[in-house]
């Protein structure tokens, strides 16, 4: 699987957004119950937001982008898209620590 940084570039302000951000929000939701938005949020000072995805393919995140609702709805001015490949820092030395110890099997 690949993880993928998105950043939207936002040509309204958050009010200009406000009617398009309940069907936002819910797919955003939907797609981290799924797994698939690892994390997502505004960057703060900035008219922007930062969201990770881990996705098998850029085809399948492009599918994936087509489909939100900012996007559908023209308030997305423009979006970054860089494939990432973390390998350091704490979240993932836990995800390797939660990969080799068998569950049940946790230390404390």
């Keep these: ?3 993928f940084v998105v950043e939207f570039e936002y040509n309204v302000d958050r009010a200009g957004r406000e009617s398009l ?13 799924k797994g698939v938005l690892l994390l997502g949020g505004p960057l703060v000072g900035e008219n922007s937001g ?6 098998a393919s850029r085809e399948e995140l492009q599918r994936l982008l087509d489909e939100e609702p900012y996007v559908k ?5 423009e979006i ?10 704490s979240w993932i030395a836990a995800l390797n620590r ?3 110890v068998p569950a049940g099997k946790e230390t404390h």
Excluded: I
């Design 1 to 3: 699987m690949a993880k």
């Design 98 to 100: 939660s990969e080799t």
């Design 73 to 77: 709805g023209g308030v997305v001015a």
């Design 80 to 89: 970054r898209v860089r494939e990432w490949a973390p390998g350091k820092g």
């Design 50 to 55: 930062l969201l990770v995805y881990e996705v």
């Design 21 to 33: 951000h309940p069907a936002h929000a819910e797919n955003l939701y939907r797609l981290a119950e």
